[in-house]
Structures are given as C-alpha cells and as structure tokens.
C-alpha cells in the first residue's frame, strides 16, 4: 500500500466470477500519518473507501478484461466500524450487486485481523479508457498486484 501514489491494493488473492478478494498492508511510516493524527497514527476513512472503491474496480477490470476503465462515481452506507493504524494487515472483499447501462454496483468490505473495518456500497461507471497512458498504467498494475490474466 502506498498511500500517497493512491495504490491501496497489494496483491488479489482470487477473483471468482462476481467477487473479489485484495490484500494490503498499511505502511509503518507515510507523511498521511504526520497530520492524520500527530502521535495517533490513523488511516483516513477516506482512504478506506479508495481502497473499497479501488478492489471493486479491478472486479470490473478483471470481469470486462479491460474493455473499459471503472470510475467512481458514488459512495452510500459508508460505515467505519473501527481504527486502522500503522503496519496493519487489510483484507477488502468486493461483490457485484447489481450490473447494467454501464454502471456496476459493488459491496466492500474491509477487515483486519478478523475485525470488521469499514463497509460500504460503491458504484462506478464503466467508460472507455480517456487515454492510452491510463490504460497502460492500469496494465502495469495489474500485472503488480496479480490480477489474474495480467502476468507481470
């Protein structure tokens, strides 16, 4: 995980059919934490949904093979049920709930250590890649983080 380039995913752990399963580590150090809070190191809830938003995009990417990038578009029923801190292991769950017109809706989850992180339902829109720079950047990360069918 790399807070500040926006890279919150670190590897898929399985993409199956309308489900996704994403690992990350938090980092032990990252100037996010200098003023999020000083001497109380804590992940943003902010950073939490990218991170929800970000799983259920490679969903989209790994479904539709990269025919077209995912945006987000909406959050609802954001919950942060607990504290995300320095060096802590995440594990984010996505599920396609509703698929049509160009718009996928997701349910995310992410969980540390057993424990029940944040929730929330992310929609995003699929739209063509606006430039051929993005998509190979999408390319590079995928074959990063091992989305299946993009072998680094």
Do not use: C
């Not at 320095?86 to 969980?111: F, Q």
């Not at 929609?123 to 072998?151: Q, T």
């Amino acid at each position: 995980m790399r807070l500040e380039y926006f890279q919150m995913i670190d590897r898929v752990v399985s993409l199956e059919g309308d489900a996704i399963v994403v690992e990350s580590r938090v980092p032990e150090a990252s100037p996010v934490f200098e003023g999020h809070f000083p001497g109380h190191p804590l992940v943003p809830g902010v950073l939490l949904v990218e991170t929800m938003a970000q799983a259920s995009g490679w969903l989209i990417l790994g479904r539709n093979g990269f025919a077209q990038m995912p945006f987000l578009m909406s959050v609802k029923e954001a919950k942060f049920r607990n504290f995300v801190g320095p060096d802590a292991p995440l594990d984010v769950t996505a599920k396609v709930t509703h698929d049509g017109s160009g718009y996928t809706v997701t349910e995310a989850r992410v969980t540390s250590a057993g424990k029940r992180i944040a929730d929330a339902e992310i929609l995003l829109r699929s739209m063509p890649f606006p430039h051929p720079d993005l998509e190979a950047a999408m390319r590079a990360n995928a074959a990063r983080i091992g989305l299946p069918g993009h072998a680094a």
